[in-house]
């Protein structure tokens, strides 16, 4: 009998240029770069998706972790109120209202995505409010990828895995497409990123996950101010000038 894959590399395919729910159609403000002429090459590229990594890395590790958290240990009332206010404050950390927007469409297609996968798993069916809606109907893509994950029994570090592959992925994949590259080599670009940049997010997400729970098991209301506010100006910048291109390969 064939062993069923490991549920962090299917989730993490869900978000890569095979799929439409990942990098197949988003490119994460590259091909904004690739029309400012600010990326021109694998070096170029590989720069971007770095800059990305060093400022996004953290934040969605610690995010995805916290949603992880809520979907094991809370209750379904404070399941619902605890991930309304992750997703307010993701939406505060992101500037560009497109990029928002394209943060909750990824969400929304990538929750189908693995509901598709796992049609019948209990434990990745969306959670209901007490009216019957998803919960997870509109969310942001880094609290699906961690609800799921959470359900999956994935942890904070593969969730965060999850969440870091389509980070520094996502871009690159895109580099490859708009500019011709060496698909091997940018699959060993996508690698040697994440090997540098893998284990401070995995310290992060345990870290998230620990303060999360605490805060679950006592009860009390959770204070995410120690939510990472590493922003990336330019990365806002180029949602916003992609929202507007006459011609788009691609939705972000």
Known sequence: MARPPDATTVLAMLTDGRFPSGAHA????ME?????????????AESFARGRAATSATPAAQCTAAAGAIATRAGPGRLTRMLD?????IDARTASRAAREVSRQQGRRWLRA???VWPEESAVRAPRRP???AVLDGRHGWVVVGVVGGRLGLGPTGTATVALYELVGTPLWAAARLL??????TTATVAR????????????ATTAARRTGDRLDDGGPVDWSWISWATAPLADLAAEGHLHREERLFAS
């Open 114 to 116: 693995v509901q598709g």
């Open 131 to 133: 009216d019957g809606r």
């Open 32 to 44: 904004q770069a690739v029309a400012w002429g600010d990326v021109d090459d694998l070096a170029t």
């Open 26 to 29: 988003y490119s994460a403000g």
């Open 193 to 204: 990123v994440l090997a540098d940049v893998g284990p401070g997010a995995a310290r992060a």
């Open 85 to 89: 206010a992750l997703d307010v404050e």
């Open 180 to 185: 011709g590259l060496d698909p091997v080599a």
